[in-house]
């Protein structure tokens, strides 16, 4: 259609016609690239219909897919172009940038992570698609009313057309309830219709699917027990919101229907578009579940081997079990789905039949060995009237991982134990990745370009390659130029910001990020009672004036999840305190990013001296956030947890600030119930007038309910030792004022960290998962 910025020009021009405002701009532009990715949309898929060959379906209930316009044009080859182009129209494509609504589709760390898993199978030609729901409503937007945070509903599909396309033509029909004797009658159907995203690979032609299944009304009969109206209203609910829940589940029957709605709807379209005999299922697809949310995966795939395809049990469960696959994204106790026996009898019977003699069997089995009660329980997919995901997860799956080295030595040490003693050959570890495409190419040009005139642009396709900067670390001049960069990013970030913020930030302050979902163990609060400290310390000792900081925090907190939203509420009284006072203000100050999202994020990882990532160890998984910040040249402060470990493994200790507590020692404090938050607080002066003053309510505007920051610290006894690591966290801080002083030490530190940053690619973690666990073949698109 275009080939050179020229062509482009002319055949925009002629599609704008004399409408030349913005928003008509932004909808010509996408309906052309929408054109000229279609071609190679259809080639892919015939290609892999074609050949027959394995085809991986990544179910996942969340796809926080961000913004696709200038990633597809990065994607497409023809960002330049266009960019020029457009700019010599008369129009920024920026501005036209932010007209995309975002579809924000996912919580955090694990709808991002599908993400990016998207992004990398298609730029590695690989041919594995994504399966989930097309929420009418994303998360929420958050809005900061008075330091509180308020929810508003987003309907991103409401305001502008997207990517998608309708596919009534493979529409399917989900079973939900009736009766199963002598067969399943009663049923209510639901209309699944798919949407499809293209996920288009970078400088190649493949462009994979992201199908988005949205609920609808059956035109079968409803059994006569049923309402209509009540029917109607509950199939739409079924696909209107995403539950803005991370990392915890509240065992919700609207949130078991959007599970079974999808995985159903899933494999009736795998099973149905197969090319040869059911048997060769594991030949022909790998089925990875994104966590348990997609667990029921397993007895939906037995149902539809056993009563549709005809199959014996056990020729059924073999095929299921070398088909799919697992990830465990969390240890935290609230996020372990368990769903009651009854719940899902009367949901879906069938299904809930097929896991109780998953069970039966399994027990059967473990009835041979010698076990105490406590190891059978653990391995018990059914107990106490509750139903296991995790374990059937495992128990059903033929390779099951953690998310970093860490994480999955926790799980096959303590969480998992009994089962993985009973399949130790099932667990292994896939270190997660970002995409180096979105993070650094996109959201850093500039950066991008120092690279590749330092390296050339083979690290491109190959982010391992970035190790060649390592011969830059010392480097006067590239240092200098890194310096520039960050400079420049720190400025955009700061225009961005300034609308929305209204004290000013200073460009040449350290910028110390914390940006992630509000939670417990990812210590917000203990940064913010830092920096509480920090304040106290420049009133009192006139002598203490360290260099400027500006402290930025994003993130959302769960609607229902009140300790999180009171730590929200804190830091905007203490922001607006610190913000305000003449003498402080110039050392330290705050910022607020409200409604942290992908987009924010482009912004922010680029600009960011400090990253912290200062979780309690032993409960991150892994993190993502630490992997974009270092991406792009900032230094970790934090905690060896998660992928923390391993990236503090690469850069070497002298390139992070690493403190606090190990996981060894806090999992020993948590099995000997040993640690007293209110000792610590007696043996530090600082830490008890601190806790003094904050329980008092002095360093509240009185607004705000401190009694949930209490009953954490006191009643609870600091459950995420926010107190115990607090001294060795400020001291850390100290460390990085001294080391920003020694700027060529610093600017070396960062080049070391991008230098190390490409094993952190999501295209290393693809290969692997390929190589080891979908075994994948990669497929060129040429024609
Ligand atoms: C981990 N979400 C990160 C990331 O692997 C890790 C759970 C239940 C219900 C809804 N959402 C969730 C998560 O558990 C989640 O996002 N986990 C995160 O997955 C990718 O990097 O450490 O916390």
Same mark, same amino acid.
């Given at each position: 259609m275009?080939y050179?910025?020229?062509?482009?020009?002319?055949?925009f021009?002629?599609?704008?016609?004399?409408?030349?405002?913005?928003?008509?701009?932004?909808?010509?532009?996408?309906?052309?690239?929408k054109?000229?990715?279609?071609?190679?949309w259809?080639?892919t898929?015939?290609?892999?219909?074609?050949?027959?060959?394995?085809q991986l379906?990544?179910?996942?209930?969340e796809?926080?897919?961000?913004?696709m316009?200038?990633q597809n044009?990065?994607?497409?080859?023809?960002?330049?172009i266009?960019?020029? +182009? &457009?700019?010599? !129209?008369?129009?920024?494509?920026?501005?036209?940038?932010?007209?995309?609504?975002e /579809? =924000?589709? @996912?919580? $955090? +760390? &694990?709808?991002r !992570?599908?993400?990016?898993?998207?992004?990398?199978?298609?730029?590695?030609?690989? /041919? =594995?698609? @994504?399966? $989930?729901?097309?929420?009418?409503?994303?998360l929420?937007?958050?809005?900061?009313?008075?330091?509180?945070?308020?929810?508003?509903?987003?309907?991103?599909?409401?305001?502008?057309?997207?990517?998608?396309?309708?596919?009534d033509?493979?529409?399917?029909?989900?079973?939900?309830?009736g009766?199963?004797?002598?067969?399943?009658?009663?049923?209510?159907?639901?209309?699944?219709?798919?949407?499809?995203?293209?996920?288009?690979g970078?400088s190649?032609?493949?462009v994979?699917?992201?199908?988005?299944?949205?609920?609808?009304?059956?035109?079968?009969?409803?059994?006569?027990?049923?309402?209509?109206?009540?029917?109607?209203?509950?199939?739409?609910?079924?696909?209107?919101?995403?539950?803005?829940?991370?990392?915890?589940?509240?065992?919700?029957?609207?949130r078991?229907?959007?599970?079974?709605?999808?995985c159903s709807?899933?494999?009736?379209?795998?099973?149905?578009?197969?090319?040869?005999?059911?048997?060769?299922?594991?030949h022909?697809?790998?089925i990875?579940?994104?966590?348990?949310?997609?667990?029921?995966?397993i007895?939906?795939?037995?149902r539809?081997?056993?009563?549709?395809?005809g199959l014996e049990?056990?020729e059924?469960?073999?095929?299921?079990?070398?088909?799919?696959?697992?990830?465990?994204?969390?240890?935290?106790g609230?996020?372990?789905?368990?769903w009651?026996?009854?719940?899902?009898a009367?949901?879906?019977?069938?299904?809930?039949?097929?896991?109780h003699?998953?069970?039966?069997?399994?027990?059967?089995q473990?009835?041979?060995?010698?076990?105490?009660?406590q190891?059978?329980?653990?391995?018990?997919?059914?107990?106490?009237?509750?139903?296991?995901?995790?374990?059937?997860?495992?128990?059903?799956?033929?390779?099951?991982?953690?998310?970093?080295?860490?994480?999955?030595?926790?799980?096959?040490?303590?969480?998992m134990?009994?089962l993985?003693?009973?399949?130790?050959?099932?667990?292994?570890?896939?270190?997660?990745?970002i995409?180096?495409?979105?993070?650094?190419?996109?959201a850093?040009?500039?950066?991008?370009?120092?690279?590749?005139?330092?390296?050339g642009?083979?690290?491109?396709k190959?982010?391992?390659l970035?190790?060649?900067?390592?011969?830059?670390?010392?480097?006067a001049?590239?240092?200098?130029?890194?310096?520039?960069?960050?400079?420049?990013?720190?400025?955009?970030?700061?225009?961005?910001?300034?609308?929305?913020?209204?004290?000013?930030i200073?460009?040449?302050?350290?910028?110390?990020i914390?940006?992630?979902r509000?939670?417990?163990?990812?210590?917000?609060?203990?940064n913010i009672?830092?920096?509480?400290?920090?304040?106290?310390?420049?009133?009192?000792d006139?002598?203490?004036?360290?260099?400027?900081?500006?402290?930025?925090?994003?993130?959302?907190a769960?609607?229902?999840?009140?300790?999180?939203?009171q730590?929200?509420?804190?830091?905007?009284?203490?922001?607006?305190?610190?913000?305000?006072?003449?003498?402080?203000?110039?050392?330290?100050?705050?910022v607020?990013?409200?409604?942290?999202?992908?987009?924010?994020?482009?912004?922010?990882?680029?600009?960011?001296?400090?990253?912290e990532?200062?979780?309690?160890?032993?409960?991150e998984?892994?993190?993502?956030?630490?992997?974009?910040?270092?991406?792009?040249?900032?230094?970790?402060?934090?905690?060896?947890?998660?992928?923390?470990?391993?990236?503090?493994?690469?850069?070497?200790?002298?390139?992070?600030?690493?403190?606090?507590?190990?996981?060894?020692?806090i999992?020993?404090l948590e099995k000997?119930?040993?640690y007293?938050?209110?000792?610590?607080?007696?043996q530090?002066?600082?830490?008890?007038?601190?806790?003094?003053?904050?329980?008092?309510?002095?360093?509240?505007?009185?607004?705000?309910?401190?009694?949930?920051?209490?009953?954490?610290?006191?009643?609870?006894n600091?459950?995420?030792?926010?107190?115990?690591d607090?001294?060795?966290?400020?001291?850390?801080?100290?460390?990085v004022?001294?080391?920003?002083?020694?700027?060529?030490?610093?600017?070396?530190?960062?080049?070391r960290?991008?230098a190390?940053?490409?094993?952190?690619?999501?295209?290393?973690?693809?290969?692997q998962?390929?190589?080891?666990?979908?075994?994948?073949?990669?497929?060129?698109?040429?024609?």
């Open positions: 275009f050179s910025k020229e062509e482009f020009k002319e055949e021009t002629k599609r704008l016609g004399q409408d030349k405002v913005p928003q008509t701009a932004y909808a010509v532009l996408g309906a052309m690239m054109e000229l990715l279609e071609e190679d259809v080639k898929n015939q290609l892999y219909t074609e050949s027959k060959v394995k379906y990544y179910i996942s209930i796809f926080l897919i961000g913004r316009l200038v044009l990065h994607s497409l080859g023809i960002f330049t266009v960019q020029e +182009g &457009l700019q010599e !129209l008369g129009f920024n494509l920026e501005e036209l940038e932010e007209m995309e609504p /579809p =924000g589709l @996912g919580n $955090g +760390g &694990l709808g !992570l599908a993400a990016c898993f998207m992004d990398s199978l298609a730029a590695l030609q690989l /041919p =594995g698609h @994504g399966c $989930g729901i097309r929420y009418k409503g994303g929420f937007t958050q809005q900061i009313e008075n330091g509180f945070q308020t929810e508003y509903p987003t309907d991103w599909l409401r305001e502008i057309e997207g990517w998608e396309k309708r596919r033509d493979l529409a399917v029909e989900i079973p939900f309830y009766r199963l004797h002598p067969r399943h009658t009663d049923i209510e159907w639901v209309k699944a219709v798919p949407y499809d995203m293209p996920i288009v970078a190649g032609r493949t994979n699917t992201l199908r988005l299944w949205q609920a609808e009304v059956s035109e079968r009969p409803l059994p006569a027990y049923k309402d209509f109206n009540e029917y109607t209203l509950e199939t739409a609910a079924i696909s209107d919101r995403l539950y803005p829940d991370d990392s915890l589940v509240t065992g919700k029957i609207l078991l229907k959007q599970q079974y709605f999808m709807a899933s494999l009736q379209t795998i099973i149905k578009t197969l090319p040869g005999p059911v048997h060769e299922l594991p022909q697809v790998a990875q579940i994104n966590d348990t949310h997609p667990a029921i995966a007895p939906e795939l037995m539809i081997l056993l009563d549709e395809e049990w056990e059924a469960w073999n095929i299921t079990t070398h088909t799919i696959s697992y990830t465990n994204h969390t240890i935290l609230e996020a372990m789905e368990k009651d026996s009854h719940l899902l009367s949901l879906v019977p069938r299904v809930y039949e097929i896991i003699e998953i069970d039966r069997r399994f027990k059967e473990l009835q041979e060995q010698v076990l105490k009660e190891e059978f329980k653990k391995l018990s997919i059914i107990d106490d009237g509750l139903v296991k995901m995790a374990v059937l997860a495992v128990v059903g799956s033929y390779k099951v991982n953690g998310v970093a080295e860490l994480h999955t030595d926790i799980l096959k040490n303590r969480e134990k009994e993985y003693r009973q399949f130790p050959g099932k667990f292994h570890n896939k270190t997660n990745g995409t180096h495409r979105r993070w650094l190419i996109k850093n040009p500039e950066l991008t370009q120092l690279i590749t005139q330092s390296i642009d083979d690290w491109l190959k982010p391992i970035l190790n060649d900067l390592n011969k830059f670390i010392i480097d001049s590239f240092q200098e130029a890194l310096k520039e960069v960050k400079r420049a990013k720190k400025n955009q970030l700061i225009a961005h910001v300034e609308k929305s913020w209204d004290s000013p200073d460009p040449l302050s350290i910028f110390d914390h940006i992630k509000f939670h417990g163990y990812k210590r917000q609060l203990m009672l830092h920096i509480q400290s920090l304040y106290d310390r420049i009133k009192e006139s002598t203490y004036r360290p260099y400027p900081r500006t402290f930025f925090f994003g993130g959302k769960a609607p229902g999840y009140e300790f999180a939203k730590v929200i509420k804190l830091i905007n009284v203490i922001a607006a305190k610190v913000n305000q006072d003449p003498l402080v203000r110039s050392h330290i100050h705050i607020f990013i409200e409604n942290y999202n992908v987009s924010h994020g482009e912004r922010m990882f680029p600009a960011a001296d400090i990253s990532q200062i979780s309690t160890a032993s409960k998984a892994s993190g993502t956030g630490n992997m974009k910040f270092m991406m792009n040249g900032a230094i970790t402060l934090g905690t060896l947890d998660g992928a923390n470990v391993e990236i503090v493994e690469r850069v070497g200790k002298e390139n992070a600030f690493i403190f606090g507590l190990h996981s060894q020692q999992m020993l000997h119930k040993n007293r938050a209110q000792e610590v607080i007696e530090s002066p600082e830490l008890k007038s601190l806790m003094a003053r904050l329980l008092s309510g002095e360093l509240s505007d009185g607004t705000e309910n401190i009694s949930f920051i209490r009953n954490q610290l006191v009643d609870l600091d459950p995420y030792f926010v107190l115990k607090f001294h060795s966290y400020a001291a850390m801080h100290e460390k004022l001294a080391s920003y002083e020694d700027q060529g030490n610093w600017q070396g530190m960062s080049v960290n991008i190390e940053s490409g094993i952190f690619s999501s295209d290393r973690t693809i290969q998962y390929s190589d080891d666990v979908w075994d994948l073949k990669k497929i060129l698109n040429v024609y």
